[in-house]
């Protein structure tokens, strides 16, 4: 496979619309934050990233050099997601 094959499909714009049955069934309608990510992915993700305690504040939300992305960069996690969650913590 050459390299310009792969960048194509690291590029991809396309949007495939759910059918109406999939749609209705949906637990989430609001599509506000759909539109806040696609416009903003950065912002969206930092936002969701404040609610987590961080002993550092990350430098730069993301490092992104296809195939490769990096998050959060600099930051440290004092308690990762998961654990946050957990019943007890």
């Known amino acids: 496979m050459t ?6 499909l ?4 396309r949007r495939f619309t759910p059918a109406d049955t999939f749609t209705a069934q949906a637990h989430v ?5 759909y539109e806040r990510a ?3 992915p950065e912002g969206y993700w930092a936002d969701w990233a404040r609610q987590l305690e961080w002993s550092r504040p990350w430098d730069r939300v993301l490092d992104w050099k296809p195939p490769h992305a990096k998050w959060f960069l600099g ?3 004092r308690r990762p997601a998961a654990e946050k969650s957990c019943a007890g913590c």
């Open 10 to 13: 690291l590029d991809e714009q």
């Open 29 to 33: 309608r609001d599509t506000t934050a």
């Open 3 to 8: 390299t310009d094959r792969i960048e194509t």
């Open 75 to 77: 930051g440290i996690c």
């Open 38 to 40: 696609r416009r903003d």
